[in-house]
């Protein structure tokens, strides 16, 4: 089955520094990449997704990237601000099963 | 707007007992998804179905099972509780059958088994 990894698992930034999540997936037939965001006490919603025939997306200050050859995605986030400490999960998925990644926790310092 | 309601926001029960999560979309998803979400761990997939009666096992479907008797219900069942099922269970629902999209979830349920 697919296994998700993903790294850092905790990561600190100043205000208006940028922050990166890496992912590696270990099925290649694995098609859709979505991170979902959870804040504390909150269920996990979807921030950004990208499908395997896309290489980059963008959704104004965040976006992700895909290596289909290397087996690896990652979140960036741009200009981070307060509300965007939460824990994040990356995830892959071919067909109907979504794995997800363990999270990172990251905290937005003023 | 999507709504995924699970019944209970926190659940305490004895080890050996039978336990019921409900969990209901009002979306006509075919996909539902029952996960349990652990500091570190991150969500971890025990169970999901693509349609109504059909099941799947996830990574960790040992000690479950579920039910999915309506398209809108999906139920995860705790055979007999044990203590190390102590987690945050969440559910989900997606929608097109065979399409990878957006998942929806649940508040969650926080199960403690004393």
């Known amino acids: 089955g697919e296994n998700v990894e993903q790294h850092p698992s905790t990561l600190s930034v100043q205000e208006g520094d940028s922050a990166v999540i890496k992912c590696t997936y270990s099925d290649s037939a694995s098609n859709y990449f979505p991170w979902y965001k959870q804040e504390l006490g909150k269920r996990p919603q979807l921030i950004i997704d990208i499908r395997s025939n896309v290489g980059e997306k963008k959704d104004q200050r965040i976006a992700v990237t895909l290596n289909k050859t290397a087996k690896h995605f990652s979140l960036h986030i741009t200009e981070t601000q307060p509300e965007d400490s939460a824990v994040y999960f990356c995830?892959?998925?071919?067909?109907?099963?979504?794995?997800f990644g363990a999270g990172t926790t990251v905290t937005v310092r003023a | 707007d999507v709504k995924v309601t699970q019944s209970s926001r926190y659940l305490v029960k004895r080890t050996g007992e039978k336990v019921f999560l409900e969990c209901v979309q009002d979306?006509?998803?075919?996909?539902m998804f029952w996960y349990r979400q652990d500091p570190g761990l991150g969500l971890r997939l025990i169970y999901f179905s693509y349609d109504v009666k059909m099941k799947e096992k996830g990574d960790i479907p040992e000690g479950y099972s579920v039910s999915r008797e309506k398209k809108e219900r999906f139920s995860l069942i705790l055979e007999s509780a044990s203590t190390n099922q102590t987690s945050m269970y969440l559910c989900?629902?997606?929608?097109?059958?065979?399409?990878?999209?957006?998942?929806?979830f649940g508040q969650g349920t926080r199960l403690t088994v004393v």
């Open positions: 995830a892959a998925s071919e067909g109907y099963k979504l794995s």
């Open positions: 989900a629902s997606s929608g097109d059958r065979g399409w990878n999209t957006e998942a929806f």
């Open positions: 979306m006509d998803h075919e996909n």
